[in-house]
């Protein structure tokens, strides 16, 4: 049975047109008229729909069955400063989607490179998240947040909770020694630029509620190099914790 994604509710219609680029991926992979495929909001909802043809390239289909998907809410959520290579923050939202990050979010720093992420930027990151979801059978994926200054992301820091593991390049504690004292709750990893983060950005990380400041290895890391690192450590983690794995609905 073939697999896609469809980006809007799921729940609204029993006969649906599929995007022009997911009714591409059928006709690519030979669908043809009667087949099934299974089709997903990335927001939870799973459904099997039949092809029934084609209207002006796109793909018709009619809804036959719901499909209940146990739900396991991700703990994990990547924080990013703006770096300068568009690619390589790309790059980071793809793996952060691969590794199960419920939130994926960018934030300037101080010795950010002053950027601003464009509308079209945006939509092709979000486009990237729905082929990472899609490639790894994903029917839940992160939310994509783009906040424009620091406060805001201070903010954001405080009044979403969870322990906070900001990643500061000469600290002691390794985030690999400091799960070891930590419960399994709501993980922020929070990584700077390239040029790390101020004296006073340092500071004010440390002092946020459950902050517990980590260095990541030894080693001098890129900063979505960082992010993937940490992150993997802090999936694995929390992954562990659970007790059963729900089957994969798309198998």
Avoid at 22 to 42: F, Q
């Amino acid at each position: 049975m073939a697999r896609y994604y469809f980006a809007p509710s799921l729940k609204k219609d029993r006969r649906i047109l599929l995007r022009p680029e997911e009714s591409r991926h059928l006709r690519s992979d030979r669908v043809k008229p009667g087949a099934e495929v299974v089709l997903s909001d990335g927001k939870g909802s799973v459904v099997t729909a039949v092809l029934q043809g084609w209207r002006e390239e796109r793909a018709l289909l009619d809804i036959v069955e719901n499909r209940p998907v146990p739900q396991t809410p991700s703990l994990l959520c990547c924080c990013l400063a703006l770096i300068k290579s568009q690619n390589r923050l790309d790059w980071a939202v793809e793996k952060m989607t691969e590794l199960g990050a419920g939130e994926i979010v960018f934030f300037p720093a101080a010795h950010s490179i002053r950027q601003s992420l464009t509308v079209n930027h945006l939509a092709r990151m979000e486009k990237i998240i729905r082929e990472a979801g899609k490639q790894t059978g994903k029917t839940v994926l992160p939310r994509l947040l783009w906040l424009e200054r620091w406060e805001d992301f201070i903010r954001y820091l405080i009044q979403e909770g969870g322990i906070v593991y900001p990643a500061f390049p000469d600290e002691d504690m390794t985030l690999l020694r400091r799960l070891g004292d930590c419960a399994r709750d709501r993980a922020v990893l929070v990584i700077g630029p390239e040029g790390d983060f101020t004296s006073g950005e340092k500071a004010t990380l440390a002092g946020l509620p459950r902050s517990r400041p980590v260095r990541l290895t030894k080693d001098i890391l890129r900063s979505e190099t960082a992010l993937f690192y940490g992150a993997s450590l802090l999936s694995a983690f929390l992954e562990d914790d659970l007790e059963s794995c729900p089957e994969n609905p798309w198998l």
